[in-house]
């Protein structure tokens, strides 16, 4: 049988089920604009070496300037862009959409070469079962090589097989077709469905090849370890070599039987070691013999597993290392997987003298720890390391670099380390190193220092994603240096949208906003966000009169698009500018509103009258705006989370109600209703849904006593029955 597409993938026999455990358990991702994280975060990695990024990033951002990988420069995926995403950051989803399978399984039913087999072997189409059971999913079943593409081979050999009987051929021909229907079988269904009367010598060989293979799909490794012995030295030469391969890999299921429990989690401790043994020396004779054999590669990725059962990984490191180094096996996204699935998860920085690995590895010693929490590398051992760099003694000084930065936190001795000159040519190695030197600069204060190396590196930055990253990094020191006025000047480097709209919704002042509105050559989604922006703001933070003002910048028809992302919803929910044009009315509850121009008009009053406060709030409940997305400041280390320029506190619906329950002069009817609406904030949880304030429920219960016996005859004292 030929394991097609094992040579990168063969390790994952039994690998699939096993999660890095630094990932997060929730599937969804969403962007954090944060340069310098010293945390795990894969749904935001960059493109430098980080000891935020996932330990596949970081190598394959090494492999990248070894010429054996490459970061996805392609446009930002759809799905993407709806929860607000640009190309940096980048969840790690987007460069390992999926771990492949070891041995795909292939529908028989489609496969249109074995068909043309079993037409030349003088069978009818019908020969071909039906699909059987599907191995698809799972921990790397060894039934995933029960499939189409090794029939075919199989079938492929009893063609070119010429002392063979026809009759026999055929026999053995239906015997495999017959065993793709499943993958466990007792001695009774096995009786019918193998051959039994073979007769020939080669015959025979076949016959006992079926049965071993029977055996070893069923799990009995015993019987199927005395059928492939059996051919060890079979004239068939395709039969002796796939035999010998096959002792090596049926050893090696037999060892690891009892390791993973039903979820596909290992337990290296329940690895059976002396059939280990067997399967490595198994697959050193296949090797030895068979150097350029046709399961070499796939010999060879297996001995990477039996390293990894056998928790030897300073071996599996030179593996990985040799393959690395090799020109002919180019390291790809599935290969990546293995490795840190294998080595990296759970491999010491003493294991390893690979320099790729070992910067991976080191890299993770600089994530965050608790101050009781140990490091398993300190700053003398990463000194020590420095031989083992000797081929790449730039990437140790960066080491360094990088521990002084988010160890240390020690700019000055983090510019020390770093090369002061902008090279020609920046690779990510070079990236980085220029990346910490900015940062290096910002922790130190020197923004403008900071600025002009941003400056320098982006007419180099020719590598995927490296462009998007400075625009970032551009944005937050002049967001941070209070200059963000140069982030939408009309030459502004930063042109990544989502960047932009991030500023513009959670930093801009309202004279910024205005610009951006009266801008001529900006895109119409920044222009419409500005001016949704603006006026929510204007609304919502007491500049009335502003708001009327601004009103006349809306369209005389503006767009009943809602807008998305760019306002800071997720999945295509969104809000159109139409929203300014809300012409209140009683809604479902009764309470009539004038349009919110005039709301607005009247919330200039002083004091401001009871229904103007209650319509305000109706403008906010209806439109579902509690919570909204332009009310929510990002953290104070992400883009955005320095303080607004836009003054004035956020209005909250129970504020307004607050005001009116508390004037003594307001009619019944504004005073019943605000009762009405300040008691259903806190349905049906108990928690406000209508500001932060924290009314206990005793306050609650009052306002509950007095709508029902003060305004009993208004319809929101009859239809209200409960108090949270």
Known sequence: ???????????????FGVQDARASSDDACYPTWNLKRDTLDICNSLPFLSPGNDSRVNLQLLLADAGQASLDGHPLPEDEKQVGYGLVPFPLSRLFDSVPAEETAVAPSADAALAELVARL??????????????????????????????????????????????????????????????????????????????SAAGRDFAGYLRGVAAFYSGHFAEALQAFRALQDSKQAWLQETARYMLGRNQLNAAQQHAFDDMGYPDLRKVDKAPLKSAEEAFDAYLKRYPQGRYAASAKGLQRRIYWLMSDQQRLAGEYAGLFASKDAAPRGELIQEVDNKLLTTAHPADVRDPHLLAVLDLM????????????????????????????????????????????????????????????????????????????????????????LYLQLLPKAQLPLQREQLELALAFNYERSDRLVKVFAANSPVSTPAIREILLRHIA????????????????????????????????????????????????????????????????????????????GKGTSGYDCPPIRDVALAMQQDPQPPQALNCLGEFILRNGLDGFPLDR????????????????????????????????????????????????????????????????????????????????????????????
Not at 1 to 15: D, E, K, N, V
Not at 383 to 393: D, E, G, I, W
Not at 550 to 567: G, Q, V, W
């Open 365 to 452: 010693q600089m994530r965050h720890h608790e101050p009781n929490e140990e490091r398993a590398l300190d700053s003398a051992a990463l000194q020590r390391q420095k031989t083992l760099f000797s081929a790449r003694p730039a990437l140790h000084d960066y080491l360094l670099a990088a521990w002084a930065f988010y160890v240390s936190e020690d700019p000055a001795a983090t510019l020390r380390l770093l090369p002061q000159d902008v090279p020609d040519k920046l690779d990510y190695l070079a990236f980085s190193q220029q990346t910490l030197r900015g940062f290096a600069l910002e922790a130190g204060n020197d923004w403008l220092g900071a600025e002009k």
């Open 633 to 724: 400041q990002p953290g104070e280390r992400e883009l955005g989370g320095s303080a607004s320029l836009f003054e004035g506190p956020l209005y909250s619906r129970l504020d307004g109600y607050l005001k009116v329950i508390g004037d003594a002069n307001a009619a019944d009817d504004d005073r019943a209703y605000a009762l009405y609406r300040a008691i259903n904030c806190y349905a049906p949880s108990g928690y406000n849904g209508c500001g932060s304030q924290d009314i206990p429920p005793n306050q609650r219960k009052q306002w509950f006593r007095t709508l029902k016996s003060k305004y009993a005859a208004t319809p929101w004292a009859k239809s209200l029955k409960y108090y949270w």
């Open 1 to 15: 049988m030929r394991l097609y597409g094992l040579p990168l993938l063969a390790l994952l026999i039994g690998s």
């Open 509 to 584: 002042g309202p004279d910024l906003l205005r610009l951006q509105v009266a801008a001529p050559a900006i895109p119409a989604e920044e222009r419409d966000a500005a001016l949704f922006t603006l006026l929510y703001k204007d609304l919502l933070r007491g500049h009335y009169q502003n708001f009327i003002d601004d009103l006349a910048l809306l369209p005389t028809e503006p767009s009943d698009k809602p807008l998305t992302a760019s306002i800071g919803y997720l999945y295509g929910n969104g809000m159109p500018l139409t929203l300014f044009q809300w012409p209140g």
């Open 122 to 199: 003088g069978l009818p189409a019908d020969a071909i079962p039906a699909a059987g059971e599907s191995f698809a999913s799972g921990e790397g079943s060894r039934c995933r090589s029960n499939n189409t593409a090794t029939a075919r081979e199989f079938l492929g050999q009893l063609l070119l097989t010429a002392d063979l009987p026809a009759s026999e051929r055929q026999a053995l021909a239906r015997g495999r077709l017959a065993l793709l229907q499943g993958c466990q079988w007792d001695e009774a269904q096995l009786a019918g469905m193998l051959p039994g009367d073979i007769s």
